[in-house]
């Protein structure tokens, strides 16, 4: 880089305000005279025969300087060292300072200051940002708070040194590679001998010209792994780690590459019903941006919260107040859906390479920095040996020198000037020349006559051999590293992650995230009217018909007696009071005769209608869902013939088929004046379909006769392990079909069990579930356990659960935090097979038929003694006996009721089928 470009932003300044000094070109000439004849102006350019603006002079090259300098100098890191240039020359000013003692961040800085020419600002804010990532630099002072954001102390008031591990990896001036400072007083490396993927385990971010980079930190002890994988030609996975920790989704990683993405959590748990606790921070966030948008959450009316208040220390610790009346689990999902609880962060693995930017994979990365770890270990390996071969070399002609007493010679005594006694040494050692190690030179025998006589007198053969032993040793055990270079570098890395790993344990959990559906998280803290005289709908309409409570961004189904319906959004105030059919028509106006907040997706909610088709005359009953549609855009339940009109509508949110009575208008042909009619005898069809006929006579008025049951059976639920959450769609492990009194069982690893509803909002812990299945109060459930009470004996117990909230779980192991269970099993008929050991192991095994050894009582029981001896270990065996043929056929129907769904669906329109009531005229 030329002088021109040391200080690119001066310069730009310079450049728009200052005219080109000494251009000659053509260029520059042919500018001059358009400036001259024309009032168009343009500094630094001039118009083509086109009409297109040509850059010159600065504008034609400094950019391109500018934009270089930025990138490889500023703002994206190297891949050798995995450091910008202010980082590294931070490291190489306190290894100059270094003494063991802690120095004044001040100090740093000013001493920093002889490297990089970009002032003390920039410098105290690398170095600020090296020190919070803990691991090149041990801090004392105040430092500032990654969680909280707080800002460290002036550096006059903090210290800093090298850490253990920065001396250990970074330096080696042997195999640095050097260049002059920016001034030519000093100098600087190019690059420092890094053995040690450090920039993925630091993680980077910087924005160039036109580029940027943002590297992901990850795990230290999981890099070395990694790196030992690689060197062995095993396979391996990165991903990321942060210091704040929270959770992290990586399925869409990409390996750190551009195009992916990984989503970042924080961690949340619930204190009580009423207060949620924030412990841990997403990547990049604090707490105090992450409390703003909790707060902008809640003006908005997204979330209920009653306060949020600010106890974070030395850990993460922010409580979240909700209002009474809001579920806690509905409000996590909230916090998440609509606060920075939950990020999204794009990596992009840019680094500089050969002097270009490049875009790699982290594994790559990875790759390429143990390369580079083999070869300066090899590299420092090969120095070595170099330098005793230098010393083992001096030895034997020190020892030769020394023992032969050639500096008592006669002839070396009497030379006359230097060159003789060089050349009578140099005679005197030619015998010896085939056991050195490379050819004797001058110097080497200048460096014998600066031998001292004392050294001469203390001369100890002996020593000097086993001397010369040992380095000969040594040089053997360098020349068998580096044949196996492989091993010696995989033997670094292990022995650099026993040495530090423990000190960055992993604090981000890895895990899958389950999609968040805002609408269904985010409170309805708004109310919705509708104003029916004058057909507007709306939340600001405060004195007219209340609808139901909704949230700003649900959407609204409105069903009109034309048979027409749509869906709008959630509106301050809108018209609703027209159709295109009543345009049509020539109407003025149009009732309302159903308006609902609507649910995408929601096959549940079934709509029971009866229309009077326009053409015909005859009445159609029909049951439909209303999955998804377009928003504004106008649907019709009947055939679309001018005058149809809805004689009777429902909306059931579970399905519910009721019993209609259909009064006729007086006619004497007529044998009855009125007839019943089941729903629950429609067959739930498509939106689009005409539906069955229900009868050709006059209609008179339809009214309900009796409410009805659900005609869709219960709902069958599953749960999928990955996320730890319900869900309806089929994923994970099916749990069953649930009516509205059944219940979810969760029995965890450390005994305790709870129960819950199966709402989809439910939370259940990550890690640590046992079992998790449909709650039934009558199975039997045998546990073997060591209680801690009765001196750790192993008991078995027969017991059924009750129900218990996830608040208050309960526990079949007892109120003793010691004891533990060995298996638990819900065989009908267990068996168990026990082995003793210790002074028992003499013993045969012992088989126990678990049924007729204890009775069924409650989970709170202390069970019976299996034995007093010595137990090895306890196994289940399998049954000898099965529950009787009828019950196994209870169970067999029980789950063939569970199979599927008893009401027939179908989206094809059909043709009318005939009437139930063929008596009637028509």
Known sequence: MSDETKDMDNELNDAATAPQQGAQDDATTDYADATTAHSDYHPGGVKDDEGKLQLTGMYQNWFLDYASYVILERAVPHLGDGLKPVQRRILHSMKLLDDGRYNKVANVVGHTMQFHPHGDASIGDALVQLGQKNLLIDSQGNWGNILTGDSAAAPRYIEARLSKFALDVLFNPKTTEWKMSYDGRKKEPVSLPVKFPLLLAQGAEGIAVGLSAKILPHNFGE??????????????????????????????????????????????????????????????????????????????????????????AAEAEIHVHLTPGTSSDKAIDALYAFTDCETSINPNCCVIDEKKPKFLSVSDVLRRSVDHTRSLLEKELMIRRGELMESLHFASLERIFIEERIYKDRAFEQAKDMDAAVSHIDSRLEPYKPQFYREVTRDDILRLMEIKMGRILKFNKEKANELIARMKEEVARIDHDLQNMVEVTANWFRLIRDKYAHEHPRRTEIRSFDNIEATKVIEATEKLYIDRENGFMGTSLKKDEFVENCSPIDDVIIFYRDGTYKVTRVQDKVFIGETERMKAEKKKKVEVVHIAVFKKGDKRTIYNAVYRDGATNACYIKRFNVTSVTHDREYDLTTGTPGSKILYFTANPNGEAETIKVTFRPNPKLKRISMDRDFGEILVKGRQ???????????????????????????????????????????????????????????????????????????????????????????????????????????????????????????????????????????????????????????????????????????????????????????????????????????????????????????TPNDATPSLFDELPD
């Open 223 to 312: 890099l070395c792994e990694a790196a030992i994988k690689y060197l062995h030609g095993e396979e391996f996975h990165l991903y990321p780690d942060f210091q704040t920790g929270g959770s992290i989704d990586v399925s869409r990683y990409n390996d750190g590459m551009r195009g992916g993405a990984v989503k970042v959590r924080a961690k949340i748990e619930k204190l009580d019903n009423k207060t949620l606790v924030i412990r841990e921070v997403p990547y990049g966030k604090t707490t105090s941006t992450l409390i703003d948008s909790i707060l902008k959450a809640n003006e908005k009316g997204k979330i209920k919260i009653r306060k949020v208040e600010d106890n974070t």
């Open 689 to 907: 379909s005409r539906g069955n006929l229900l009868t050709r006579v006059d209609v008179h008025k339809i009214t309900l006769k009796a409410h009805g049951a659900s005609t869709l059976g219960g709902r069958k639920v599953w749960f999928d392990h990955d996320v730890q959450r319900l869900n309806y769609d089929g994923r994970g492990q099916y749990l069953g079909e649930f009516h509205s009194d059944d219940y979810v069982l969760v029995i965890l690893q450390s005994g305790q069990f709870y129960t819950t509803n199966f709402d989809l909002n439910n939370h259940y812990e990550p890690t640590g579930i046992l079992r998790v299945e449909k709650f039934d109060e009558h199975k039997v459930w045998t546990a073997v356990l060591f209680d801690a009470d009765q001196q750790n004996f192993p008991y078995v117990k027969r017991f059924t659960l009750e129900r218990c909230t996830q608040a208050r779980p309960q526990s079949f192991l007892g109120d003793n935090a010691n004891s533990r269970f060995v298996l638990l099993t819900d065989q009908v008929y267990p068996r168990l097979l026990v082995t003793y050991g210790g002074g028992d192991a003499f013993r045969d095994p012992m088989e126990l038929d678990v049924e007729p050894f204890i009775g069924v009582k409650s989970y709170k029981a202390k069970g019976k003694r299996i034995t007093t001896c010595t137990v090895d270990k306890i196994e289940e065996l399998e049954p000898l006996r099965f529950p009787e043929p009828a019950e196994a056929g209870a169970d067999a129907a029980a789950s063939d009721d569970d199979a599927g769904d008893t009401t027939a669906t179908s989206d």
